[in-house]
Nanobody, 127 residues
Framework: QVQLVESGGGSVQAGGSLRLSCAAS????????MGWFRQAPGKEREGVAT???????TYADSVKGRFTISQDNAKNILYLQMNSLKPEDTAMYYC?????????????????????WGKGTLVTISS
């Protein structure tokens, strides 16, 4: 079992930056693919970025060049640095983890393998 707690959301103007954090606790010694997903009001949940055990990353086309996913293994924290934010980035952002040796693109495109989810942190971008 692993528990995930997100933080760092908030309200910023377009063009601004935020850094989301996801603190993992519990069975953090196992191998995981981890990532960020988001859900805007009235829309389906979508992948934002994932990171696998080898350090390979996968990003949504809409965030490439603006968002960066990274991990501090010593602290068991997953980050999402978000720059040049746009109103369309407004959403609830969720951290998730998939137990197993999945590649980043696999767990990005198949969210049913994600065993663990945080409760989310809200990001609101005003124009």
């Amino acid at each position: 079992q692993v528990q995930l707690v997100e933080s760092g959301g908030g309200s910023v103007q377009a063009g601004g930056s935020l850094r989301l954090s996801c603190a993992a606790s519990g069975n953090t010694r196992s191998r995981y693919c981890m990532g960020w997903f988001r859900q805007a009001p009235g829309k389906e949940r979508e992948g934002v970025a994932t990171l696998d055990n080898r350090g390979t990353t996968t990003y949504a086309d809409s965030v490439k060049g603006r968002f960066t996913i990274s991990q501090d293994n010593a602290k068991n924290i997953l980050y999402l640095q978000m720059n040049s934010l746009k109103p369309e980035d407004t959403a609830m952002y969720y951290c998730a983890a998939a137990l197993g040796f999945y590649t980043s693109d696999y767990c990005y495109s198949r969210d049913y393998v994600l065993n663990y989810w945080g409760k989310g942190t809200l990001v609101t971008i005003s124009s």
